[in-house]
T-cell receptor
Framework: LAKTTQPISMDSYEGQEVNITCSHN???????ITWYQQFPSQGPRFIIQ???TKVTNEVASLFIPADRKSSTLSLPRVSLSDTAVYYC??????????FGSGTRLSIRP | KAGVTQTPRYLIKTRGQQVTLSCSPI?????VSWYQQTPGQGLQFLFE???????NKGNFPGRFSGRQFSNSRSEMNVSTLELGDSALYLC????????????FGEGSRLTVL
């Protein structure tokens, strides 16, 4: 059962801010929202996690509205090296984390 | 600190053979999860072990099995290999808490001929 919906692909240019939105209409009270980044032939890498409002770290920001039915990953001033697949996940347990199809982000010069 | 280590990184097998993949988690992590990644199916959850016990299992046939040792290292085994088992097998470790942050290894790429 798919728990999240995100765009299949997105394109942007170096130096731009990129926002990837994920829908999770059936998010449960105990679910956290987590984003991962994956480069080809590598394992996914944790980017950011949040429960509500806004979370910011050194690489990204995560915006979560009050109803928590969606979230937006914001990547400031992207570079070519940000070309990757980005996964949005909602889960309350580390014991069975399900990845969706992800968003393939392509950054152009 | 050292990351998640998976061995071997690459291997080639023929149909009908079996394979064992190994995963050493980050020190202090008690949970190890395994995923299969193929171009057509994406990242699919295989199973998760915590303190030597399988806590959860995905929808894979019984040919896929795993175990975890007392030092948290984990192995997964695939018996009677099929061509469709060709994939990148990823191991991830975590502390096992409900925050769910996973740390992935670089994977073991299996090719079945």
């Amino acid at each position: 059962l798919a728990k999240t919906t995100q765009p299949i692909s997105m394109d942007s240019y170096e130096g731009q801010e990129v926002n990837i939105t994920c829908s999770h209409n059936n998010i449960a009270t105990n679910d956290y929202i987590t984003w991962y980044q994956q480069f080809p032939s590598q394992g996914p890498r944790f980017i950011i996690q949040g429960y509500k409002t806004k979370v910011t770290n050194e690489v990204a920001s995560l915006f979560i509205p009050a109803d928590r039915k969606s979230s937006t990953l914001s990547l400031p001033r992207v570079s070519l090296s940000d070309t990757a697949v980005y996964y949005c996940l909602v889960d309350s347990s580390a014991s069975k984390i399900i990845f969706g199809s992800g968003t393939r982000l392509s950054i152009r010069p | 600190k050292a990351g998640v280590t998976q061995t071997p990184r690459y291997l080639i097998k023929t149909r009908g053979q079996q394979v064992t993949l190994s995963c050493s988690p980050i020190s202090g992590h008690r949970s190890v999860s395994w995923y299969q990644q193929t171009p057509g199916q994406g990242l699919q959850f295989l199973f998760e072990y915590f303190s030597e016990t399988q806590r959860n299992k995905g929808n894979f046939p019984g040919r896929f099995s795993g175990r975890q040792f007392s030092n948290s290292r984990s192995e997964m085994n695939v018996s009677t290999l099929e061509l469709g088992d060709s994939a990148l097998y990823l191991c991830a470790s975590s502390r096992g808490s409900n925050t769910g942050e996973l740390f992935f290894g670089e994977g073991s790429r299996l090719t079945v001929l």
